[in-house]
Every structure is written in C-alpha cells, then in structure tokens.
C-alpha cells in the first residue's frame, strides 16, 4: 500500500502495463442534472463505527455510503463506497472531505497511515472524512486479475519485439480477462461518475455544500464537482493540479519527464549515502538502474508468491515511490536488498503480493482481499473514461516509431512503460468529452488551487491553465518549492490551506510561499 504524502497524489504517473487492460469503459455518462430520481440515495445517513483492519488507529471511525452503479438508471444495481473520518476535537462545522489522488489511490488506508497526523489541524473544527472511490480499495475494486509480480509486461511495444499489430491484437484479448475481473462496475468507473457520488456522500453527511481538499488526480475530481454542482461547492482546495485539456498521449510525456526527474533526484541524495546500492556517483547510478532493469527483464528473479519480479515491475514500483521524498530511505533500503540479495519483497510491499479472485460488485471488500493489481486497474479504467480520444489502429501503427522515440527522450527508464500506458485505451469506447469541454467558468465561492513550481508530476502551467478555465473563482497560491504537492511538504501551504478551510481566509491571487519551509529529506 501507498506509504504516504506525496504518494497520495500520484496523479497520471502510476504502474499499468498491457496486461491490466480493462473494457467496457462508457462512452457517455449522464450529467448532475439528467437521469430518473435519486431521491432514495439521497436519504442516507451514515452509521460509524470501527474500522476493519490490522493497525487501524483507534480514533479512526469507518462507515459506508450506497451509490447506484449507473447513475442514468439507479434501478440497476447499487454500490457501497467506503467512508473514514477523523471526528471533529471541538463542535464540528460539518466535514471536509479529502481525495488523495492517483487516480486510483484509496483513501481510508491513506487516512489511517502515518500521513493523517498532516491533517488534525483540521479536525479544529471539522470532521475529516475521506473514501475509496467507487472501483478502487474496498469499494468494489476493478482488477484484471494479475498478481503484482504479473502487473508489467515486458512485450510492450516500447520493451519488447511485438509488432504493432500484433500487440493490439494482444490488447484486445487482456481487455476481455479485465472485464471478467471487474465485473460491470468497470463500465460505470470515472470521475464524472465520482464526482456524484461526492455528491451522495456530502448528503449522507449532512452537509448543505462539500468542503473538500483534493491531491493531483483529486484535483480533476474536485473541479468536475464545481463544475456538475456550482450551488453545493463549498470551500474547495486543489493541491498540484492536474490538467483539465491536454491528451494522454501529451499527459504521459510530462509524466514520464517528472518520474525521470524525480529518479535523477532521488539517486543524487542517494549517492550521498554509504548505504546506496548505487555507488557514489549519480551519473553512473543511473546507468547501473538502466542496466538492473535490463538484467530484470530478461532474467526476472522469484519472488515468495510462487511469481516473479522483472525490469518493468521494478520501473513500476519504483514510479510509485519516487514522489514521496520522505520515502525515499525505505526505498534505498529496497533497493539494496534486490541489488544484493536478489530480494524484491521491500518493493513488492508497496503494490502487494498476489489478486484473490473478485466478482462481486456490491458491499464492501475485506481490506485483505483488495487485489494488488487494483491500483494500476482503476488508473487505467478512470484515465480512459475521462479521455475521448481514440486513435485507430492505423493512426498508431503509423505514429508508433515517432511516439517511441518521443517516450525514450521524455525518460530511458519511464518512457518505455509510459508507452505502453498510451495504448490501453485503444479499443475501449470513447471516453466521456465532459471534462475537456464542459469544465470551464464555474460559478462558485472562491477556490484555492496551489501549485509547486518544482512538481515533478503536475507541473506548475497546467496550475495556471486550470486556474484560467475555472475563471474568476479560482485563487492561486504560487508554492516555490520541489515534489508533488505542497500540503505535505511546506508548512506555509499547510498553513494556508488550513486558515481557508477552517476560517475561509485566502490568500491574494498569485501570492507565494518560500522554498526555505520543506519537510523533505
């Protein structure tokens, strides 16, 4: 599982190869405004109680709120979404609700996880409450199927010797082994969708309008809600923001840029430290991770779930540690057991052992049989249902040569499964065009988006780009420092963030915090 902070917010730059396909995404979905009545959803009230789970903090309450699975016909089955809140130290205002991002990312072992000590400034006079969304962690999970030693494919177009052609033709086959898995929530997964059931859960709440804090991919959620529900916005905080307009294909460049960023960096403090697998000297650390991921893939080393571990897992892993610089010894010290001892479990233990089979879509899963896969799964399955792109299998096979040498320079290590990333959407139907072309001018209170001017996976103009389509409402707060996000890692974004949404205190648009304040190693 995701250790903490800057991990919450893995927008965009998570771990999915070809073999976690998935299908049936919807080619539209109905708005706020449209489909039969609700009201019966809109009736809840939710009932806490304590949280399922090894190690899960005393004062940590856990509850569930019910969604339909398709919102355009309610009748059609429903969803249990699973819910956990700090409560209020004082007299509560109500709540604010938090999304760690990803997509994919749950939010109740985040919650639960060392990183919600970041957050009881808030319980001052709020009930923080976060969820998994609906197809990720306990909340009817999508998966293909596929342990975590089976989460990357080393016979991608960018890793391996598969023609085009046949590769699509491979895609096409895993889609078919994803919606086994997934069962038909797959079909209704997305952040226009999300974004309702935010609207269910303010509700059951028992809040008049949703105060909510979103992390990188939570920022597109949170924009959508402003967007579908301008009259129940409340106070509403976008940290790392991410982009509203621009293609995967354009996306995953800037993320396959930010992980070799981040890998660069992280090697450069590493190398500074007798105990880095690496060596003493950067440059040639990052050969020796070129050649460890070469060596991986042809010779993959067994791991304890009767699987084994290669180049490309290592890549993955890796993309999900990198952006939690508070993370970075444990992944030093994960990195020296399989350089030394040919021991993958240090990483392994951040994305899981092996999926347990899963076919129900209703009612909560144990947190033990939450697949390792699911992560990847519901990255790839929200990303392509919010994205109506679809290039033809001409168009690729055509552009494949030029999109390999794009990926390759963006990063030798990320592009390669970046690549493959870009091609998972193909043959799915066409993914909802809401966001690109319905989330712009809200009409809300005044908003705070932040954005840190040496964000490795959110760069700073897709802050300022999001902040001119929102229009008027949105506030920025120009954060001078490094690493995803700013809530985390400076204590005066913390600061300000906290005077917003406790008192409603913003800043002045285009104010500025220092780079001299950060909690990272």
Not at 262 to 286: H, I, Q, S, V, Y
Not at 312 to 335: I, K, N
Not at 433 to 458: N, Q, S, W
Request: glycine share 10%; hydrophobic share 35%.
């Amino acid at each position: 599982m995701l250790s903490a902070h800057q991990r919450w917010a893995y927008a965009g730059a998570g771990v999915v190869t070809l073999a976690m396909l998935a299908a049936s995404l919807p080619s539209a979905v109905a708005t706020a405004t449209e489909g039969p009545d609700l009201s019966r959803f809109y009736h809840q009230q939710v009932k806490w109680g304590a949280c399922k789970g090894e190690g899960m903090p005393a004062d940590l309450q856990c509850g569930q709120v019910t969604v339909p699975l398709d919102y355009a016909h309610p009748g059609a089955g429903t969803l249990d979404l699973a819910l956990a809140r700090y409560r209020a130290t004082g007299a509560s205002r109500g709540s604010v609700l938090l999304n760690f991002g990803g997509p994919g990312v749950p939010g109740v072992p985040q919650l639960a996880s060392t990183s919600g000590k970041d957050f009881m400034p808030l319980t001052n006079g709020y009930d923080v409450v976060t969820f998994d969304p609906r197809g990720v962690g306990r909340s009817s999970p999508v998966s293909c199927g596929g342990g975590a030693a089976q989460a990357s494919d080393t016979t991608g177009p960018a890793t391996g010797d598969s023609s085009p052609e046949a590769l699509l033709k491979q895609v096409r086959k895993d889609a078919d082994e994803c919606a086994k898995h997934s069962s038909p929530v797959l079909a209704h997964i997305g952040t226009v969708n999300a974004s309702r059931d935010l609207d269910v859960m303010r509700q059951a709440l028992g809040d008049k309008k949703l105060n909510y804090l979103g992390f990188s991919y939570g920022t597109r959620l949170g924009a959508v809600y402003a967007s579908q529900f301008p009259d129940k916005t409340g106070r509403m905080v976008l940290d790392g923001v991410d982009t509203l307009t621009e293609p995967l294909s354009e996306a995953g460049i800037v993320s396959a840029e930010g992980q070799q960023t981040a890998l660069e960096d992280f090697l450069t403090w590493c190398t500074k430290d007798e105990a880095c697998p690496f060596g003493r000297d950067p440059r040639d650390a990052r050969k020796q991770v070129a050649r460890l991921v070469a060596s991986l893939d042809k010779n993959p080393v067994p791991t304890n779930f009767g699987q084994t571990f290669s180049g490309q897992d290592l890549v993955a892993t890796m993309g999900l540690e990198l952006f939690d610089r508070q993370g970075w010894p444990t992944l030093e010290r994960s990195l020296a057991s399989l350089v030394q001892d040919g021991d993958p479990s240090g990483l392994l233990q951040a994305i899981g052992g092996v999926a347990l089979p899963h076919s129900t879509y209703s009612g909560l899963v144990d947190p033990a049989n939450v697949p390792p896969d699911n992560l990847e799964t519901a990255l790839v399955a929200i990303n392509c249902a919010d994205d109506p792109d679809r290039p033809s299998a001409e168009q690729l096979t055509k552009e494949i040569d030029e999109l390999k040498a794009a990926y390759q320079e963006a990063s030798p290590i990320f592009g390669p499964l970046r690549l493959n990333q870009l091609l998972m959407c193909y043959g799915r139907p066409k993914g909802t065009d809401y966001i690109r072309e319905k989330v712009r001018d809200v009409h809300t209170p005044k908003m705070l988006l932040v954005g840190t001017r040496g964000d490795p996976a959110t760069p700073y103009r897709w802050t300022e780009e999001t902040a001119e389509r929102l229009g008027p409402s949105a506030v920025v707060l120009d954060n001078r420092g490094e690493g995803h996000t700013g809530y985390a890692s400076s204590k005066c974004v913390r600061g300000k963030v906290t005077d917003f949404l406790l008192y409603g205190s913003l800043p002045d648009n285009g104010s500025s915090c220092g780079p001299g304040d950060s909690t990272a190693p």
